[in-house]
């Protein structure tokens, strides 16, 4: 079993829908979550930063942790095309190794 | 503005060459790092750095090298021992280890 899932997709969905991206891990170590963005043929940009359990909203953009599941999630809410991209779950343990441990990315297009 | 400034962003080498990529920031980081990102993978670390004059290998550093004479340059070179060389190179760099990775934009490398 891979340390970190991520349905590689592609999603498509219209302008204004609300978007649900997942990623699921293994290891219970996990402690900090994060999303990037990514453009095609751009370097990723972090979206979302959190720490243990819990949601964190930022604009249009809500992160949600469950860390009893093993399962995060990105919500993205009135979606519009300048959000069609990769989104690359990432995570790490707490400690002075943190290597950080990347999804393979979700490719989501938003429709006009 | 602050940021990570990569160069090339297409290269190109001829099998049997070593070749090195740039790679700078000026954000006052402490960490820097390396990665390869190939079309349906997620980002595998190559190499990384806590502090000038030490760095560590990565999950996939054999083939490569780099150093860490400055704080805010992290070269990277291709060597020719590196079979699959033939990749998106990212690098980045963050405050610590448990924090998100501020990316640069990439350096697309093909092999002719």
């Known amino acids: 079993q891979k340390e970190v899932e991520q349905d590689p997709g592609p999603l498509s969905v219209p302008e204004g829908a609300i978007v649900s991206l997942n990623c699921t891990y293994s290891n219970s170590a996990f402690q900090y979550f994060m999303w990037y963005r990514q453009y095609s043929r751009k370097g990723p940009e972090l979206l979302m930063y959190?720490?243990?359990?819990g949601n964190k909203e930022d604009g249009r953009f809500t992160a949600q942790v469950d860390k009893s599941s093993k399962y995060i999630s990105l919500f993205i809410r009135d979606s519009q095309p300048s959000d069609s991209a990769t989104y690359l779950c990432a995570m790490s343990e707490r400690g002075s190794q943190g290597n950080l441990i990347f999804g393979k990315g979700t490719k989501l297009s938003v429709k006009p | 503005d602050g940021g990570i400034t990569q160069s090339p962003k297409y290269l190109f080498r001829k099998e049997g060459q070593n070749v090195t990529l740039s790679c700078e920031q000026n954000?006052?980081?402490?960490?820097m790092y390396w990665y390869r990102q190939d079309p349906g993978q997620g980002l595998r670390l190559i190499y990384y750095s806590q502090i000038v004059n030490d760095f560590q290998k990565g999950d996939i550093a054999e083939g490569y090298s780099v150093s860490r004479e400055k704080k805010e340059s992290f070269p990277l070179t291709v060597t020719s021992a590196q079979k699959n060389p033939t990749a998106f190179y990212l690098c980045?760099?963050?405050?610590?280890?448990?924090?998100?990775?501020?990316f640069g934009q990439g350096t697309r490398l093909t092999v002719v």
């Open positions: 959190t720490y243990s359990s």
């Open positions: 954000l006052n980081h402490d960490a």
């Open positions: 980045a760099s963050s405050i610590t280890k448990q924090d998100g990775r501020v």
